[in-house]
């Protein structure tokens, strides 16, 4: 059972596997950006993939929770990159900063304010995806889990009441940590997602990229 749960981590760590900064950018169309449910696994749900241990029925909703929260950390993450990485490549920034200087331009006020709020968000997106974490930030709960699980199992009666005390305890604790984290940043992603949007549809399109000059 522990070999699953570390194989199903696995599976989501790749499927929410972003860009790197140094992948190219399309010139006529951002690259898509990350939406809230990229990173799920495909085909079956990780509900229907993952199989949960026999307990009570208090310890089963404590395991979800955790497996729920591991995943959208990692999720929100992966999105938290893509659109870091489509800021960058559409230079975002600097293309307001040049409408927003052009004065007789109709949306040069607009442009303006679509800036300061757009670093606004960009700067406390980075920060929040890039500073320590109340939890690890690539095992998320999945210790406190493992230990859940163990915990789990049938065993003797004193045993049992102790070790299951502790862990529920120590998937508690994770949660109230981990899930504020999830929300900020989820939070984060969307607003910046929508600042984007809204930067495609007042600027002008970007330039082609000139062809590689012949040898």
């Known amino acids: 059972?522990?070999?699953?749960?570390?194989?199903?981590?696995?599976?989501?760590?790749?499927?929410?596997?972003?860009?790197?900064?140094?992948?190219?950018?399309?010139?006529?169309?951002?690259?898509?950006?990350?939406?809230?449910?990229?990173?799920?696994?495909?085909?079956?749900?990780?509900e229907e993939q993952l199989v949960v241990p026999a307990g009570a029925p208090e310890d089963q909703a404590r395991w979800r929770a955790g497996h729920e929260v591991d995943q959208r950390l990692t999720i929100e993450l992966s999105v938290s990159s893509r659109l870091q990485w489509?800021?960058?490549?559409?230079?975002?920034?600097?293309?307001?900063?040049?409408?927003?200087g052009k004065a007789d331009a109709p949306a040069s006020a607009?442009?303006?304010?679509?800036?300061?709020?757009?670093?606004?968000?960009?700067?406390?997106?980075?920060?929040?995806?890039?500073?320590?974490?109340?939890?690890?930030?690539?095992?998320?709960?999945?210790?406190?889990?493992?230990?859940?699980?163990?915990?789990?199992?049938?065993?003797?009666?004193a045993r049992r009441a102790s070790v299951l005390a502790a862990a529920r305890e120590g998937i508690d604790d994770c949660l109230a940590k981990a899930r504020p984290i999830a929300t900020r940043l989820g939070g984060l992603n969307d607003e910046?997602?929508?600042?984007?949007?809204?930067?495609e549809a007042l600027l002008p399109p970007m330039p082609a990229a000139a062809p590689p000059a012949a040898r």
């Open 86 to 100: 489509a800021g960058r490549t559409r230079r975002y920034v600097e293309r307001l900063e040049a409408l927003a």
């Open 192 to 199: 910046l997602r929508r600042l984007q949007d809204a930067a």
């Open 1 to 46: 059972m522990i070999a699953t749960a570390f194989a199903c981590w696995a599976l989501l760590t790749t499927a929410a596997a972003g860009p790197s900064a140094d992948a190219p950018a399309s010139p006529e169309k951002p690259p898509p950006a990350a939406g809230p449910a990229e990173g799920r696994l495909s085909g079956a749900s990780a």
């Open 110 to 157: 607009r442009a303006g304010e679509l800036l300061a709020r757009y670093r606004q968000v960009a700067s406390e997106n980075r920060r929040m995806a890039t500073i320590p974490w109340a939890v690890d930030k690539t095992r998320g709960c999945q210790y406190p889990l493992l230990e859940l699980q163990g915990a789990m199992q049938p065993g003797g009666p």
